[in-house]
C-alpha cells in the first residue's frame, strides 16, 4: 500500500521543514516537495497540519497483576487509546513478581500483546529477584529482542529487589550493554513509615503521600546512581516526580554517572491535593512515586525543557473505582496507578507547547525520539526520515477539546485528567503506513502490531 501524506510541515528533532513523505511497503521511501503518487496511493493533505514521528510512551503497564488484582487494560483496548492519543509504539513493563520464574512471566506477557496490540510494542523485562538461572534467562531474553531492564527499589517482596541484587543486575547489564529502567524510593523506609503512621489511625488517601515522602525517592535514586557509578552500567530513571530527586540524579550525572530520566504525565500536571480528596476520588490519584506538592511541576518543566530530564511517559496503570476500594481501609491496599497513554502527546501538546514551557524540538525529542535513541529503536522509530518505518502522526493544532472518561477508549471508569481542555490533537496516525486513527476514532487493523526486536547499546 503505497501512502503521500502532502503539505505537512514535518518536525523532526533539530528541523522543522514544509515537505511532502511517499510511503511504501510501510517505510518511508521519499520525502521532498510536490512529490507525485501512482493512481493507487492513498492521499493525506496535511496542509495546515504539523507532521511528527510516531510518538513513544517508554513506560506503560498493560497486562499486570499487582497490588491484589489487574491493570484493566488488555493490548485490544491499551493500544487503540494510545493511537487515538498518537502513540504508536509503546514499551511495556514486563513484570513477574519475585515468586514467579522470569522466563515464563516473559512469554506470558509476550503472549498478552502478541496479534493483540494494534501498536508496535517492546519490552523491558523486570528483574525482580536474582537467583543461580537469572543470568542465562536474561541472556535468552536479551537474545529475544528485549535489550532493557527494570528493577523496582520499591515494593518489598513483591518486586523489589535488595541492594546484592541490584548489584548483579547492573553488573550483568554492563556486560550485556543493556541500559537498566529503575523506579527508585527506599523500600525498608517506605515500609516504616506507612506502619508509623497506619498505627496512628491514618489510614486515607492522603496519607500515601507522606508515607513515601520526596527525602525516600531523593535517596533511591542516589542508591541507583552510587551503583550505576560502580558497575559502569547505564542506567534510566522512570517516573522521577520531584525536585529532590532531580538533584539527586543532576548530582550523579555531573560527576560522569551514566543516568537518564524519565518524568510522567501525572506529576507535571497533577499536584498531591488530588489524592488527599475524600474517599474514592482520593484514591483515583494514588500512583508511586505519589503526587508531589505543586511547586515541584515547575522544577519538572524546566528540567525537561533544559533535557535534564529526557523522557515524558506515562507510567499508564488503570484500575477503576471499584478497584481503587480495595484501599478503603488503608492506603497501602490502594492498588497504586494512574492510566495516561491516551492523553500524554495532547496534555503534552497543550500544557508544555501551547503553555509556553517546551519548545516544539524538545517536545517531539522528549516524547519521541529520545526514547527511540535510548532504547535501540532509532532511526527505525523516533524519526520522520527516509528508510525510517512510517508511523506517522499528522496533528491538527486547531483541535479543541476536554479530556474525559466518557469519550476515551482507555478501559477505564475515571480519567486521572477529567475535565483538562485540550488544544491539539491528531487528525491521522499511521503505523508502519497504515492509517489507523482518523480524527479521533480508530479506523484502523486490531493486531497489526509487531514486537520490536532490539540490540544492546550501551557498552
Ligand atoms: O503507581 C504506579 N506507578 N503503578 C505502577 C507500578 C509502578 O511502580 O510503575
Ligand atoms: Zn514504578
Ligand atoms: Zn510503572
Known amino acids: ?43 493525506i493533505d496535511a496542509a495546515d497540519k504539523l507532521v511528527f514521528p510516531g510518538f513513544i510512551d517508554p513506560h506503560v503497564h498493560i497486562y499486570l497483576p499487582f497490588m491484589a488484582t489487574f491493570a484493566k487494560d488488555t493490548h485490544e483496548t491499551g493500544s487503540i487509546a494510545a493511537l487515538v492519543g498518537g502513540t504508536t509504539t509503546y514499551i511495556e513493563m514486563c513484570c513477574p513478581s519475585r515468586n514467579d520464574d522470569a522466563l515464563e512471566g516473559y512469554q506470558l506477557w509476550k503472549s498478552k500483546a502478541e496479534g493483540h496490540s494494534a501498536c508496535d510494542y517492546a519490552f523491558h523485562m523486570s528483574v525482580t529477584k536474582f537467583v543461580a538461572e537469572t543470568e542465562s534467562q536474561l541472556r535468552k531474553i536479551v537474545a529475544d529482542g528485549t535489550a532493557s531492564f527494570k528493577i523496582f527499589l ?19 547489564a554492563k556486560r550485556l550493554g543493556v541500559i537498566v529502567t529503575a523506579h ?39 542508591r541507583f546512581a552510587t551503583f550505576l557509578e560502580n558497575t559502569g552500567a547505564t542506567g534510566y530513571v522512570v517516573h522521577l516526580s520531584c525536585e529532590k530527586a ?42 508511586s512515586p505519589p503526587l508531589r506538592a505543586k511547586h515541584n511541576q ?32 488503608s492506603f497501602v491496599n490502594i492498588p497504586n496507578g494512574i492510566p495516561g497513554i491516551e492523553d500524554r502527546v495532547n496534555l503534552l501538546y497543550t500544557m508544555g507547547v501551547k503553555g509556553g514551557r517546551l519548545d516544539l524540538d524538545r517536545f517531539v525529542d522528549s516524547a519521541s525520539t ?30 479543541r477539546g476536554t479530556i474525559s472518561a466518557k469519550t476515551h477508549h482507555v478501559n477505564n471508569d475515571y480519567s486521572g485528567f477529567e475535565g483538562m481542555p485540550v488544544e491539539g490533537r491528531p487528525s491521522v496516525v499511521t503505523v508502519r503506513g497504515k492509517v489507523q486513527v482518523r480524527d479521533g476514532q480508530f479506523v484502523g487493523e486490531r493486531g497489526r502490531g509487531k514486537m520490536l526486536k532490539r540490540e544492546p547499546t550501551h557498552f
Not at 154 to 172: R, S
Request: contains cysteine; glycine residues 10%.
Open 1 to 43: 500500500m503505497a501512502l503521500l501524506i502532502r503539505n505537512g510541515d514535518v518536525v523532526n528533532v533539530g528541523s522543522r521543514v514544509q515537505t511532502d513523505i511517499y510511503v511504501e511497503n510501510e517505510t518511508i521511501t521519499r520525502m521532498g516537495p510536490n512529490l507525485q503518487a501512482p493512481p493507487h496511493a492513498e492521499i
Open 154 to 172: 520499591a515494593y518489598k517482596n513483591f518486586f523489589g529487589v535488595d541492594d546484592g541484587e541490584m548489584y548483579q543486575t547492573l553488573e550483568l
Open 184 to 222: 527508585c524510593e527506599n523500600a525498608e523506609l517506605v515500609a516504616r513509615l506507612q506502619q508509623k503512621l497506619l498505627a496512628e489511625g491514618k489510614i486515607g488517601p492522603e496519607w500515601h503521600e507522606p508515607s513515601r515522602p520526596e527525602s525516600v525517592e531523593a535517596e533511591g535514586t542516589g
Open 246 to 287: 532531580l538533584q539527586a540524579a543532576g548530582a550523579a550525572k555531573s560527576r560522569g554517572v551514566r543516568m537518564h530520566v524519565e518524568s510522567v504525565l501525572p506529576h507535571f500536571l497533577l499536584d498531591k491535593s488530588y489524592a488527599e480528596r475524600p474517599g474514592v476520588e482520593g484514591m483515583k490519584h494514588v500512583m
Open 298 to 329: 515547575a522544577a519538572l518543566w524546566t528540567a525537561l525543557e533544559q533535557g535534564s530530564i529526557d523522557t515524558v511517559g506515562t507510567d499508564h496503570c488503570p484500575f477503576d473505582a471499584e478497584q481503587k476500594l480495595l484501599g478503603k481501609d
Open 370 to 399: 529520545r526514547a527511540a535513541k535510548l532504547f535501540g529503536l532509532f532511526p527505525r522509530k523516533g524519526a520522520i526520515a527516509v528508510g525510517s518505518d512510517a508511523d506517522i502522526v499528522v496533528y491538527d493544532t486547531n483541535y
